[in-house]
T-cell receptor, first 115, second 113 residues
């Protein structure tokens, strides 16, 4: 199993450009998440999804959009990139097991620089 | 979710047990203690979690005090590959897992050869 796969691994954008960070998982997990990690800091939740067609905002959603058309894929869209969005972006997924929270599985991240 | 406090860094000799403390004095009865680690340039990796009983798996042991206000993650025989930032996270047990994890700054564990 590949687990959670993120593409691209690195990207440099100019201010005002847009791009989509891709995330796909092959574990048939219902829940998927996007986090960002700034240098020396912990992860912050951007958006999450509990299943296809359902998304919700996390702690820092401004400047981002997501969609969840399939169970496997959860792309993150940046519109009008700003230097403050320079960060490492992690996608994660977890299974649904009734009401008990399950551990999250993370991808290896996308390192994004906005210049 | 309750707040956690961890030392910013720790050293441990290779082959020895690494004991990583976490304080969570405001933990409530329905909150679990989770541990994740992040090796440089990789995504976080789940290690272990528990409610009130001690837990052990192939990676580590988790010791939770009787009053649940603190816990210790134990890596029994640390190797150089265990050098990473370790995150202690307190999270409600129920709710289906739809909410995200709250990561602090964690403990940077350095295994010395």
């Amino acid at each position: 199993n590949a687990g959670v796969t993120q593409t691209p691994k690195f990207r440099i954008l100019k201010i005002g450009q847009s791009m989509t960070l891709q995330c796909t998982q092959d574990m048939n997990h219902n829940y998927m998440y996007w986090y960002r990690q700034d240098p020396g800091m912990g992860l912050k939740l951007i958006y999450y999804s509990v299943g296809a067609g359902i998304t919700d905002k996390g702690e820092v959603p401004n400047g981002y959009n997501v969609s969840r058309s399939t169970t496997e894929d959860f792309p993150l869209r940046l519109e009008l990139a700003a230097p403050s969005q320079t960060s490492v972006y992690f996608c994660a997924s977890s299974p649904y097991r009734g009401r008990h929270n399950q551990p999250q599985h993370f991808g290896d991240g996308t390192r994004l620089s906005i210049l | 979710d309750a707040k956690t406090t961890q030392p910013p860094s720790m050293d441990c000799a290779e082959g020895r047990a690494a004991n990583l403390p976490c304080n969570h004095s405001t933990i409530s009865g329905n909150e679990y203690v989770y541990w994740y680690r992040q090796i440089h340039s990789q995504g976080p990796q789940y290690i272990i979690h528990g409610l009130k009983n001690n837990e052990t798996n192939e990676m580590a042991s988790l010791i939770i005090t009787e009053d649940r206000k603190s816990s210790t993650l134990i890596l029994p025989h640390a190797t150089l590959r265990d050098t990473a930032v370790y995150y202690c996270i307190v999270r409600v047990a129920s709710g289906g897992g739809a909410d995200g994890l709250t990561f602090g700054k964690g403990t940077h564990l350095i295994i010395q050869p």
